[in-house]
Structure formats: structure tokens, C-alpha cells
């Protein structure tokens, strides 16, 4: 276990840049998800606009992950591999992705549906959305990591869904992964307590089913162990009095899937 490390403001203005082009590189994935689409085409896109952009894909290459995205669909939680095969109407696909820009790393991940997905995966994602957005409340200066896990569990249980609690989210900063870690589950006034200065990436991945999960023969795949369906959603988050400061955004996104339907 490493230490946390905490961030100046200075370096918080260049996470915000790296976290910026996270959630426009997300956007121009969402441009091209549909039905027919490889997740190794949406990682080939996203890879070329990081590059233009001055920055290098976060993900490639750590931990010996090969692509730029993590592409997790249905069953798959997270840490998905982009692979050759096309998204099928119906599908999610949670898209995770990681730039590293001036030294430091951004890092979020978006949800997708592809065509038309049954209502009840529509509301698994709208309730992941709601944990993120209740998680984030909770992170701020005084309160305790155990402070955002217990928001985001208590919502998703309230609503039947299971919280995968063998991934967290994390610290981050000039690592990928750095202290503390940031579970979606927990207890109020419990964990290492948030002070500003402290960047944490905040990710509920949330079951639609039971909240197990196992590694799929690929070595990185994370998958749900009763097979039904999984979903993700991340942001950075800065640490500071009063409210959260979100550093990465899904605005880009959500204004690119809105002039999509
Ligand atoms: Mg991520
Ligand atoms: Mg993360």
C-alpha cells in the first residue's frame, strides 16, 4: 500500500485537461456505436484522437492491457479487450477509457446502448448513473471513502441490483492507481478520511443480477458470474470543501447520443 498523494492545484488544472479529453474522446466513440460496430473500430478511433490530441492512451501497455479501450459488453463488468466481433441491437457496452497528458492520467467510463435495449437494462443504467451521481456527493473534504460506498450501494441495492466489490475505484494522479482505494460499498464514517488536494476516480459497476463476478478465460475480462447484465460508469473527482469538483465530464457525450436519437 502506498501512501496518498495529494495534488496542488496546479497539478488538479492539468488532471482536468487529462480528464477533459477523456470525455471528449468518449464522444466521438459514441458518434460511431451502432449496431455492426467492432469494439476494436471504436478503439482504433479512440486511440488516433488521443494521439492527435498531444496525449497517449492511459490503458496501453499498463498492466500489459493491448488497447487503448477497455470495451466490457452485457455480462462483461469490466477490463474488456476490443475484439472483432460486431455490437448486436441490444447490447451495452461499457467504454473505459484512460489518457495520460502532462504526466498525469484521466480516466472515466460511459455506458453504452446499442440500438434499442430493453427497458429493464435502461434502468440498470439510469440506477449506475444515480449511484456515480450519489457517490460524488459524498466526496467531499471531511467525510470518509466509506461515506461514497455506502450512497452507492445503498442505491443500487434499494433497486435489487448487486455491487461488485472485488474492483474499486482508486486515487489518481501521475499513476493510474494510486491511494486510496474507492469501494462502491461500505459504511458511513468509515475508510480513510477525503481532504482537498486528493483526486479519486469514483466507478460503481453494478449487477443487474447478484454481485459476483469471476475472470473470463481471456486473463482480463471481468465477467458476471450468473451471466446478466453489468453496468459501469466513472469520473474524476477533485476533493474540496464543500463539493466535489468533478474533473471529467460525460456533457460531450450525452450532447453527442442526444442529437444521435
Ligand atoms: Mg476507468
Ligand atoms: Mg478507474
Not at 115 to 134: A, F, H, S, Y
Request: with cysteine; charged share 25%; net charge negative.
Amino acid at each position: 500500500m502506498g501512501k496518498i498523494i495529494y495534488k496542488t492545484d496546479e497539478e488538479v488544472e492539468l488532471m482536468r485537461l487529462s480528464s477533459l479529453l477523456v470525455g471528449k474522446t468518449l464522444a466521438e466513440v459514441a458518434k460511431i456505436i451502432k449496431p455492426g460496430v467492432t469494439s476494436l473500430e471504436l478503439d482504433k478511433l479512440a486511440e488516433e484522437y488521443i494521439r492527435d490530441n498531444g496525449a497517449i492512451p492511459g490503458f496501453k501497455g499498463l498492466y500489459d492491457f493491448p488497447n487503448t479501450l477497455c470495451t466490457s459488453t452485457n455480462e462483461a463488468v469490466v477490463h474488456g479487450i476490443p475484439n472483432n466481433k460486431p455490437l448486436v441491437n441490444g447490447d451495452i457496452i461499457s467504454v473505459d477509457c484512460g489518457v495520460l497528458m502532462n504526466d498525469f492520467y484521466g480516466d472515466a467510463a460511459y455506458t453504452f446502448q446499442v440500438g434499442e435495449v430493453k427497458p429493464e437494462i435502461k434502468k440498470l443504467l439510469e440506477v449506475t448513473q444515480e449511484c456515480l451521481r450519489r457517490g460524488i456527493e459524498q466526496a467531499v473534504h471531511g467525510n470518509r471513502v466509506g461515506d461514497i460506498g455506502y450512497a452507492i450501494q445503498q442505491h443500487a441495492e434499494e433497486n435489487g441490483y448487486g455491487v461488485v466489490r472485488e474492483l474499486v475505484g482508486h486515487g489518481l494522479g501521475r499513476d493510474l492507481h494510486e491511494e486510496p482505494q474507492v469501494p462502491n460499498y461500505g459504511k458511513r464514517g468509515q475508510g480513510v478520511q477525503l481532504k482537498e488536494g486528493m483526486v479519486i476516480a469514483i466507478e460503481p459497476m453494478i449487477n443487474m443480477g447478484k454481485r459476483n463476478v469471476r475472470q473470463h478465460d481471456d486473463g482480463s475480462t471481468i465477467i458476471t458470474t450468473d451471466g446478466l447484465p453489468s453496468a459501469h460508469f466513472e469520473h474524476d473527482v477533485a476533493i474540496k470543501k464543500g463539493k466535489a469538483e468533478v474533473l471529467s465530464t460525460h456533457e460531450y457525450v450525452e450532447e453527442v447520443l442526444k442529437n444521435k436519437n
